[in-house]
T-cell receptor, first 114, second 118 residues
Framework: NAGVMQNPRHLVRRRGQEARLRCSPM?????VYWYRQLPEEGLKFMVYLQKENIIDESGMPKERFSAEFPKEGPSILRIQQVVRGDSAAYFC????????????FGPGTRLTVL | AQTVTQSQPEMSVQEAETVTLSCTYDTSESNYYLFWYKQPPSRQMILVIR??????QNATENRFSVNFQKAAKSFSLKISDSQLGDTAMYFC???????????????FGTGTRLKVLA
């Protein structure tokens, strides 16, 4: 059973460009969570999605950031008009249930904004 | 608001020795889970151990064990017989259920960088 997949692993963008980060959850997992890790910090919750629904986006900046988890295909975290402060590692996690069960993390995408 | 505090930014330990990483948290909830994650240079988040708050018995996983003091809101990680492969960032995390949305989400501490010396 393959783990959580994220691509790309590294992404470099210039200020003002768009960044698209992809996450394929583990097989059988319909709950996806995105976290952001700024340099020298712990991971911080951004958004929680189920198939075709955003359940909780309380940790996601209101502007420029959006997320989706379509019926078919991976979950996508999109950052429009990136700024230097968006440089971070973005982790996706998945779980079979929204409960106290462990969330399984992908390897992360390191975004660098020049 | 729930918080997780790791007061030791960096620690080092000699190979084969024992080290304890500290973590405190703040919550008014009675039901929650606590976790320790390891993040090696590859950045992959690896679950080390977890503890259910309703269980009084401390969790153990091979060389890793916790000292869970619920009243003191303390959750320290003990690594016995340290190995070079234990060198990594270690994050303490609290899992809470968000009241309005019902989301189960991690609250992470800022991490402790552990270096195991040969």
């Amino acid at each position: 059973n393959a783990g959580v997949m994220q691509n790309p692993r590294h992404l470099v963008r210039r200020r003002g460009q768009e960044a698209r980060l992809r996450c394929s959850p583990m097989k059988g997992h319909s709950h996806v969570y995105w976290y952001r890790q700024l340099p020298e910090e712990g991971l911080k919750f951004m958004v929680y999605l189920q198939k075709e629904n955003i359940i909780d986006e309380s940790g996601m900046p209101k502007e420029r950031f959006s997320a989706e988890f379509p019926k078919e295909g991976p979950s996508i975290l999109r950052i429009q008009q990136v700024v230097r402060g968006d440089s971070a590692a973005y982790f996706c996690a998945s779980s079979p249930f929204n409960s106290y069960n462990e969330q399984f993390f992908g390897p992360g995408t390191r975004l660098t904004v020049l | 608001a729930q918080t997780v505090t790791q007061s030791q930014p960096e620690m080092s330990v000699q190979e084969a020795e024992t080290v304890t990483l500290s973590c405190t948290y703040d919550t008014s909830e009675s039901n929650y889970y606590l976790f320790w994650y390891k993040q090696p240079p590859s950045r992959q988040m690896i679950l080390v151990i977890r503890q259910e708050a309703y269980k009084q018995q401390n969790a153990t996983e091979n060389r890793f064990s916790v000292n869970f003091q619920k009243a003191a809101k303390s959750f320290s990680l003990k690594i016995s017989d340290s190995q070079l492969g234990d060198t990594a960032m270690y994050f303490c995390a609290f899992m809470k259920k968000e009241g309005t949305s019902g989301t189960y989400k991690y609250i992470f501490g800022t991490g402790t960088r552990l270096k195991v010396l040969a």
